[in-house]
């Protein structure tokens, strides 16, 4: 299975991007989803999940702001992010909550400007 992100960008803070994340198969068959993010010099953290029926849970960083949502027929998972603040900048990954991953890819890049 291939999990692609892609959506990222240049954003003022305060301000919001979409990411996507394109599976080369059903979703329905991965189960929990994640998005992960890692900032410079820094180790990869979970920021949200979602379960094959669309229950989320988020750290705390980014609770209010981030929301991550599921469309099964497309086999894409989203993470809408508003009111970015320059800590949300990193690599964005998606990938399998669980144990077993993926791929990781090229993520895509976040940055945040003041």
């Known amino acids: 299975v291939q999990l692609q992100a892609s959506g990222g960008g240049l954003v003022q803070a305060g301000g919001s991007l979409r990411l996507s994340c394109v599976a080369s198969?059903?979703?329905?068959?991965?189960?929990?989803i994640a998005w992960y993010r890692q900032a410079p010099g820094k180790e990869r953290e979970l920021v949200a999940t979602?379960?094959?029926?669309?229950?989320?849970e988020y750290v705390g960083s980014v609770k209010g702001r981030f929301t991550i949502s599921r469309d099964n027929a497309k086999n894409t998972v989203y993470l809408q992010m508003n009111s970015l603040k320059s800590e949300d900048a990193g690599v964005y990954y998606c990938?399998?909550?669980?144990?077993?991953?993926?791929?990781w890819g090229q993520g895509t890049q976040v940055t945040v400007s003041s």
């Open positions: 198969r059903s979703i329905r068959s991965i189960g929990v």
């Open positions: 990938n399998t909550w669980g144990p077993r991953k993926y791929d």
């Open positions: 979602i379960t094959a029926v669309g229950h989320t």
